[in-house]
């Protein structure tokens, strides 16, 4: 039986949509062994498969082919997921942020402080 990356990738649940799985195969984020897969390439028992998805980088392999989504419960029968488990924690760590805390105090005053501030003024004149 002769499967796609691309179907097989989906019907694993690596992917949400089998276009998700071409255009990673497309973009050069799939390979089998060395080297980069197109979205046309068969897949056989046997095959080691690495995705790279965002910072994450998965490793299956194939168990036996299937163009055939299957549930959750039942990939393992499909695909062994051999991805170390120092990827893996790549997904817990923590997410940068671009946003700098400020100190209250520091930098422009709220509405409250201005409103006080210009109270003050207005006493004073």
């Known amino acids: 039986m002769e499967v796609r990356i691309d179907k097989y990738l989906w019907a694993i649940r690596?992917?949400?949509?089998r276009t998700e799985a071409a255009d990673a195969c497309k973009g050069g984020k799939v390979k089998v062994g060395e080297?980069?897969?197109k979205p046309s390439r068969a897949v056989e028992a046997g095959d080691v498969l690495t995705v790279r998805k965002g910072?994450?980088?998965?490793t299956y392999k194939v168990i036996q082919?299937?163009?055939?989504?299957?549930?959750a419960a039942l990939v393992p029968q499909f695909a062994e997921n051999l991805t170390p488990q120092e990827e893996l924690d790549k997904l817990k760590a923590p997410v940068e942020s671009f946003?700098?805390?400020?100190?209250r105090g520091t930098g422009r005053p709220t509405k409250k402080e201005r409103r006080e501030i210009e109270?003050?003024?207005?006493a004073l004149d």
């Open 55 to 58: 910072v994450v980088t998965y």
């Open 35 to 37: 080297n980069n897969a």
């Open 119 to 122: 109270r003050l003024w207005d």
């Open 14 to 17: 690596a992917f949400k949509t």
């Open 65 to 71: 082919p299937t163009e055939h989504r299957v549930g």
């Open 99 to 103: 946003f700098v805390t400020r100190d």
